[in-house]
């Protein structure tokens, strides 16, 4: 039969053990953004546990239907956060999908997008070079002010305005990011720590003031930064599309990069690229060589807001009087159980008036490529997202990953809302900096 | 499936709100109970009007149908036992009115109970039936077993927070049963609709009652070595005449399994914990929650703690709303029980649900509503194994009959459904059920409307092979077939 496929083969497959933690208790059915849409069973948490668990059973043979509804998921793991029994979501679903991944003709996608993913994951990403190379149009826009702005006038489903109403906006009081990231910057003051930095792929791209604010704050705060060379993409886009392989040679480089530099942390500043680094000890387990400095490396990767908030702030801000909001990173509160550091670090701010999202810790539809590969469905998550932020009326939206940044920039231009969006870390540099100037 | 009843149902809902394709199904096979069936086609009606005439097409084509909420029922009320329509309210979920002043509001039966709740706390009201499972399961369904919840030993069950519904019955007329406002002449219909488990027809509308929120309330949690002392200290609290919003007894077994993944802060060396939600007024309050807190310590409790915020009552009560899921801890299922005893025999029935997890070497931990003596027994199996299925069946039957043979009953709040219609007879005399068939003749005359549910077949209480096959069905589902249906 066309499409069928018999039942999971190798290790890495959803562990029984896992799947039989779910009791079908159905709590977490409310939490999933796709069911909340869907209203359709194959499309929560339960649903897709349970089809897992019937190919691991031996009840149904690996198919379309688990290949579509398993990728029609955002990733998101707040089901993770809901489930009494601990359900390991996030695991169950990259091994899900990567035995999906075994059988090509199962793709839920057109030829055209499997195509361009086969070259972005397999030829693109694992090249700094060539990724920085093809982000360059990306960043020439981003990097003058304004210039994004032009765009407006195309019409609202252009493809290209979208693309580029996704790119960050630069504040400017920030100066243009220099050419390369300096490979140590010392600690301000008494130092307290020695820390490397996570640059990335998007992050290094396109978020390079990010970085550039990180690197200040950490400063300021008594850490010696460092940013050593030989590092790159994390593998979280592939992971989570099943892409194992070329995960792991990006996690090793990563290992020995950051290997041989004394660090107390591995600092990183995207949600997305943490939640997956702190699990280098799982993707690298049966690899001999690998399996120990995996876990070694996995236990010291901090979120940046997750550091700063055990490392006591330095004094030393200014007043900042702005109204802030903080939408929830899913792979920071879902993925790594960070949600009050990132709050209380912007509440240390004097004069920023901070308010609560409506629902904060729900998926803002950015997910990795999933406003490209679901971008109707990506589409209505997006929309109801930015009803909650306008609502609070803040000036800036805060977050800590760059998939949400540029999906919520995306999400306010099409609404031609003057909102910006600035991650955490650059809130605390602007109140650092004004104090300064 | 007939194509002729496919064709049906589309024109009824529209073409992509039917599906019948077998992948599709396999997900609709299972609820929040044990049981497992998958039906032919599963439908998603969007008003009363496509469910009446979903409903008729039905009944035309004698085809069983079934309405499904949330699919966190524990009785296997939603499952299509012989295949049939499956009625999904997924796609009915407005919250139609709310009307603040007269604290009413009109729902649509798929809204999720705790929606209705957040929708109205910012006017200081909520919907008092709390069941564990309140950020999943549907109104209609909290309507159709007449659900129950944490704060219902102060506040009474879904029936008396409902005051109408619309429903269509099998013969597929849109009809309002009750009222909006309190009180109704005539036979008091929604009284016997409520609970009917979705034999007698489908809620499409639901009118609820709206309660202001208490101005303070303050949770207690008391720590004890023996279940002994803590059913003692919950006797002497209700004899004392303080009626507490709430009043939860958890055993060891779910404390561990519940600290697990939840870290809720129970201790899981403690025989027992009790947790008591104390509202009203705040200087009542204080004494209240002090009152019960010198209870519990004259009867042994070795700790007395008072939830100091917000924060720390909500993650008692999410622990305590965690205990069955939590099951999956120790094992992939868990067959929950929910019999009712008087609550001076709570020792006694516990020490006998032990003995029986002896007898069958299986696993049972307990979470009870201790004010209302409504337990909640856990059997811990694992559906891949037969034998292990088959003794939690019979272990449950043997709780059940614990607990009518001490003057209680078989089912709280969970609903009969297929698990435990078999023992109906343990409770009810034949002219007992043979009157309940009679009243269900009335409404659903052909037997079609979520069919065999609630009442005995010809099996034994507690006797193995579970769901029936579609040759069991009763004869052309004859009407009124007595109590054999
Ligand atoms: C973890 C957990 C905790 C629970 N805690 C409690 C508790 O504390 N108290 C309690 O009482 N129950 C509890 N339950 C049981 C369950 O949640 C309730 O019975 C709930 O009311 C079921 O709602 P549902 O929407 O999931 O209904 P479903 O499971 O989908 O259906 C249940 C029954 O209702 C019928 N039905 C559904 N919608 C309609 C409708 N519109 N019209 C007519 N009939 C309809 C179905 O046919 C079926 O017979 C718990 C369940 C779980 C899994
Ligand atoms: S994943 Fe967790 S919350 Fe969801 S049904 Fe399974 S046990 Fe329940
Ligand atoms: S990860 Fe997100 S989208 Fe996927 S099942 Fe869980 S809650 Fe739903």
Known sequence: MPGVSPGYSGPERPALADLDLCTRCGLCEQACPTYRLLGFEPDSPRGRIFLMKQVALGEAEINQHLADHLYRCLGCRACETVCPAGVPFGRLLEYGRFQVEQHRDLAPHSKGWMIFRQLAFRLVLPRRWLFRALMWPSRAIASVPGFAAAFDTLPRGNRLRRLVDMLPRRDKHVEPSASAMPPVTPAIGRRRAVVGLLLGCVMDSLFRHTHEATVRVLARNGCDVRVPTGQWCCGALNVHAGERAIAKDLARANIDAFGRAPLDAIIVNSAGCGAVMKEYGELL????????????????????????????????????????????????????????????????????????????????????????????????????????????????????????????????????????????????????????? | MQEALIQRLRSAVGHEHVTARPDDLRNYAYDGSIDRAAPEAVVFPADAAQVAAVVRACEELRCPYVARGAGTGLSGGAIAEFGGVLISTARMRRILDIDAANRTALVEPGVVNAHISAA?????????????????????????????????????????????????????????????????????????????????????????????????????????????????????????????????????????????????????????????????????????????????????????????????????????????????RFS??????????????????????????????????????????????????????????????????????????????????????????????????????????????????????????????????????RTLQRADLPEGIAPAAGPAF
């Open chain 1, 285 to 437: 387990k049966d690899d001999s060589e690998y399996a120990q400095p995996a876990l070694a490396f996995a236990a010291r990767v901090k979120d940046v807001t997750e550091f700063l908030a055990e490392t006591s702030l330095v004094s030393g801000f200014a007043k900042l009087p702005i109204a802030v909001t903080y939408q929830d990173a899913c792979h920071l509160v879902h993925g790594q159980g960070i949600s009050h550091q990132p709050r209380a670090l912007l509440q240390a701010i004097p004069g920023l008036r901070y308010i609560e999202l409506r629902n904060a810790s729900q998926c803002c539809g950015a997910a990795g490529v999933y406003s490209l590969t679901h971008p109707h469905l990506a589409q209505a998550i997006l929309d109801e997202k930015i009803e909650a932020v306008l609502e609070t009326s803040a000036d800036v939206v805060a977050t800590a990953n760059p998939g949400c940044s540029m999906q919520l920039q995306a999400g306010l231009a099409q609404r031609g809302s003057r909102m910006r969006v600035r991650h955490v870390v650059e809130i605390l540099d602007e109140a650092y900096a004004a104090r300064s100037r």
């Open chain 2, 332 to 465: 992939p299922s868990y067959y929950v029980q929910d019999g009712v005893i008087p609550r001076t025999k709570l020792p006694e029935v516990l020490a006998e649900v032990e003995a029986i997890g002896r007898r069958y070497g299986l696993l049972i931990a307990n979470v009870f509503h201790a004010g209302d003596g409504n337990i909640h027994p856990l059997i811990a199996f694992d559906e891949k194994v037969p034998a292990q299925v088959d003794a939690a069946i019979a272990a449950g039957a043997d709780i059940l009959r614990a607990c009518v043979a001490r003057g209680g009953s078989i089912s709280g709040e969970h609903g009969i459904g297929i698990e435990k219609r078999d023992c109906m007879n343990v409770q009810y005399a034949p002219s007992d059920l043979a009157l309940m068939a009679k009243l269900k003749a009335v409404f659903n005359p052909g037997g079609l409307c979520n069919p065999a549910k609630m009442f005995p077949t010809s099996r034994r209480c507690g006797e193995s092979a």
């Open chain 2, 120 to 328: 109205v706390a910012t006017l200081g009201l909520r919907f008092v039936p709390d069941p564990s499972s309140q950020s999943a399961c549907t109104i209609g369904g909290n309507v159709a077993e007449n659900a129950g919840g944490l704060h219902c030993l102060a506040y009474g069950v879904t029936s008396n927070h409902v005051l109408g519904c619309e429903i269509v019955t099998p013969q597929g007329e849109i009809v309002w049963l009750g009222g909006r406002e309190n009180e109704t002449a005539g036979y008091d219909l929604l009284g016997v609709f409520i609970g009917s488990e979705g034999t007698l027809g489908i809620a499409t509308k639901i009118a609820v009652k709206l309660t202001p929120q208490p101005e303070t309330t303050r949770t207690l949690l008391a720590v004890f070595d023996s279940v002994d002392d803590a059913s003692k200290a919950v006797s002497d609290i209700i004899a004392a005449g303080i009626i507490p919003a709430a009043l939860e007894m958890m055993d060891r077994l779910s404390t561990q399994a519940i600290e697990a993944y939840v870290h809720a802060g129970f201790p899981t060396d403690a025989g027992a914990i009790l947790i008591a939600d104390v509202d009203g007024l705040q200087e009542s309050v204080g004494e209240t929650a002090a009152a019960i807190g010198d209870v519990c310590r004259r009867d042994g409790a070795r700790e007395v703690r008072l939830a100091k915020d917000e924060a720390e009552r909500e993650r008692i009560w999410r622990g305590r709303k965690s205990a069955f899921g939590a099951m999956g």
